[in-house]
Nanobody, 122 residues
Framework: QVQLVESGGGLVQAGGSVRLSCAAS????????AGWFRQHPGKEREFVAA????????HYADSVKGRFTISRDNTKNTMYLQMSSLKAEDTAVYYC???????????????WGQGTQVTVSS
């Protein structure tokens, strides 16, 4: 079992930046691929970014490519999402996830955090 806790969300102005963190506990975090998803009100949870077990590979949704950066520090059991050039449409609840497959669908991940709200004001 892996427990995940997100932090770093809040209110930010359009064009600004924020960094989300995902702290893992339980089993060794480095055993898992990890990712970020987000959910807009009334919509399905959607893929944002993923990172492989040691961080050597990453991929992003087209909507955030070039603006968001995913990273991880397995020595700290923590994953990050640096979000820049934020837009109003980035407003959502952001979830971190971990699992055995490096993928871009919800089904690829077995463990989820509780989510953190990011609100971008225009």
């Amino acid at each position: 079992q892996v427990q995940l806790v997100e932090s770093g969300g809040g209110l930010v102005q359009a064009g600004g930046s924020v960094r989300l963190s995902c702290a893992a506990s339980g089993r060794t975090f480095g055993w898992y691929a990890a990712g970020w998803f987000r959910q807009h009100p009334g919509k399905e949870r959607e893929f944002v970014a993923a990172i492989s077990w040691r961080g050597g590979n990453t991929h992003y949704a087209d909507s955030v490519k070039g603006r968001f950066t995913i990273s991880r520090d397995n020595t700290k059991n923590t994953m990050y999402l640096q979000m820049s050039s934020l837009k109003a449409e980035d407003t959502a609840v952001y979830y971190c996830a971990a699992g055995g497959k490096y993928g871009n669908t919800k089904q690829d991940y077995d463990y989820w955090g509780q989510g953190t709200q990011v609100t971008v004001s225009s």
